[in-house]
């Protein structure tokens, strides 16, 4: 089994920046791609940005040039740096991370993030 722990979330006014970060551990062999998510009142959870193995990244058009995500694969660690924060990144943000055994995906708890303007 894998576990996801993220950390990072907090409240921050429109234009500061936040990091968050999700580390893997346990039953860890090969990990196929790191991602975040985010899921804000009343709509569908939505991909921020995905990184997989070898480097290759995609962000939501939203966040292009604002959001960078990084991999420690030392530390089986993802990171989201959060730059020129806006109200409308307010949201709950998922840390997702894909195995490449069978392609399973696991999920971690959320963070929530808050923009304030």
């Known amino acids: 089994q894998l576990q996801l722990a993220e950390s990072g979330g907090g409240l921050v006014q429109a234009g500061g920046s936040l990091r968050l970060s999700c580390a893997a551990s346990g039953r860890i062999f090969s990990l196929r791609a790191m991602g975040w998510y985010r899921q804000a009142p009343g709509k569908q959870r939505e991909l921020v940005a995905v990184?997989?193995?070898?480097?290759?990244?995609n962000y939501a058009d939203s966040v292009k040039g604002r959001f960078t995500i990084s991999w420690d694969n030392a530390k089986n660690t993802v990171y989201l740096q959060m730059n020129s924060l806006k109200p409308e990144d307010t949201a709950v943000y998922y840390c997702?991370?894909?195995?490449?055994?069978?392609?399973?995906?696991?999920w971690g708890q959320g963070t929530q993030v808050t923009v304030s303007s």
């Open positions: 990184i997989i193995s070898g480097g290759s990244t």
């Open positions: 997702n991370v894909v195995v490449t055994a069978g392609l399973t995906s696991y």
